[in-house]
């Protein structure tokens, strides 16, 4: 155990003697979060929009009268259809609306009118957000009687802000591209400094050797969580947490045991710091997809839905959004532990495995 223990000690002095690395922990953990939180926006905002009036105005002025900050910009009175499309065409404007001259009469008269909406698509999800506002807003001036009235319940994100999901989702992508890369480098760093042959020397079983270093950057990592979640998501983005702390802290631990399998094994097949980095991105890219961070699972084409199974991220992601926005109960969480500890000891063995060979 004193041996143990003092592996581990020397392979963290050696990462805080390391000001580079340090610095790249701190930013991932902090700065890239709230980046990721603050200026990944899936709500309209900020939409520059642009009109042609040939009613003279009056109903359609009360309709533009409604699109206003933070959603809108203020609206931009275009001349003629042509002037509208070629703006949309050079991105200066995203949603523009067309009053023809027959509008208000139509409106009036039938109560039934036609407007013209140009979309720039390109900018798929703020647009169609826009043109839902905007139905919304026609809608109460439609004076249409539903039979159906709509009760909206909004569930564990009542305000449904964005910010908060991304920042969860982007710091538990860096446990997982930072769990990687820390545990193959501190291998890696043996073999470019020329110090791998001294290290097979050392009179220590070479298993306690992997799993010290292992543990070692375990520990940097879950570091760097607690600093995540307390000043980023707690701090800056206020993330309630309705379930356990602890059982998310625990889920964190054996999920970064699981990115330091991966990270063994990476280590057994390279031979650089940029090798490492390399393999590091073309391995955990795709389990970041297939993981439900960025696109939901119910979505996804029926065959990656049954490869996301794999993916182990899926279930950290599922069970860590459960602990902190649903507060689902600790007895409750056995499947989303089962799949990481079940997926990471299967990971981790076959690393410890394969970087055993070299020894």
């Keep these: ?41 899936m709500q309209a905002k900020n939409i520059s929009v642009g009109y042609v009036d040939e ?29 509208l499309s070629r703006s949309i065409y050079n991105r200066e404007t995203m ?27 390109i900018s798929a999800t703020q647009s169609f957000q826009a043109l839902q506002y ?18 909206i319940h909004k569930l564990f ?10 920042a969860m989702a982007e710091m538990l992508s860096v446990i997982t591209l930072l769990g990687v890369i820390l545990t193959a ?24 050797i992997i799993l010290a270093k292992t543990f070692s950057q375990v520990l940097i990592v879950m570091g760097g969580v607690v600093i995540a979640t307390g000043i980023v998501l707690f701090g800056a983005f206020d993330v309630p947490i309705n379930g356990s702390l602890a059982a998310f802290f625990l889920l964190s631990f054996f999920y970064a045991f699981t990115s330091a399998g991966i990270g063994l094994f990476v280590a057994a097949v390279s031979k650089s710091l940029l090798q490492v980095a390399q393999l590091s991105i073309l391995i955990m890219m795709p389990l970041i ?9 119910h979505a996804m084409h029926p065959l990656l839905q049954d490869l996301s199974l794999l993916s182990p991220l899926r279930y950290y992601i ?41 020894f």
């Design 289 to 297: 997809f297939l993981s439900g961070a960025w696109t939901p699972i």
């Design 185 to 208: 480098a501190v291998f890696v760093r043996e073999k470019e400094n020329g110090t791998w042959e001294i290290m097979l020397l050392t009179p220590v079983d070479p298993k306690l």
């Design 318 to 358: 599922e069970g860590s959004e459960s602990i902190f926005f649903r507060g689902t109960a600790f007895d409750d969480l056995w499947s989303y532990f089962a799949g990481v500890i079940l997926l990471g000891s299967v990971l981790y063995f076959y690393g410890f495995r394969k970087i055993g060979r070299l």
């Design 55 to 83: 009613t003279g105005g009056g109903m359609s002025e009360k309709i533009l009268s409604r699109l206003h900050m933070p959603e809108f910009q203020k609206p931009r009175l275009f001349m003629s259809r042509e002037d």
């Design 157 to 166: 994100n009542p305000n449904a802000t964005t910010s908060q999901f991304m």
């Design 1 to 41: 155990m004193k041996i143990f223990i003092s592996l581990v000690a020397k392979e963290i002095i050696a990462f805080f003697r390391s000001w580079g690395l340090v610095a790249i922990v701190l930013y991932s953990f902090t700065l890239d979060i709230y980046i990721a939180g603050a200026g990944i926006e």
């Design 134 to 151: 905007l139905q919304n807003i026609v809608l109460e001036y439609s004076q249409i009687d539903y039979p159906v009235e709509l009760k």
């Design 95 to 121: 949603v523009g609306i067309i009053f023809d001259s027959d509008f208000e009469k139509n409106l009036k008269r039938y109560k039934r009118a036609q407007i013209d909406v140009l979309l720039d698509s």
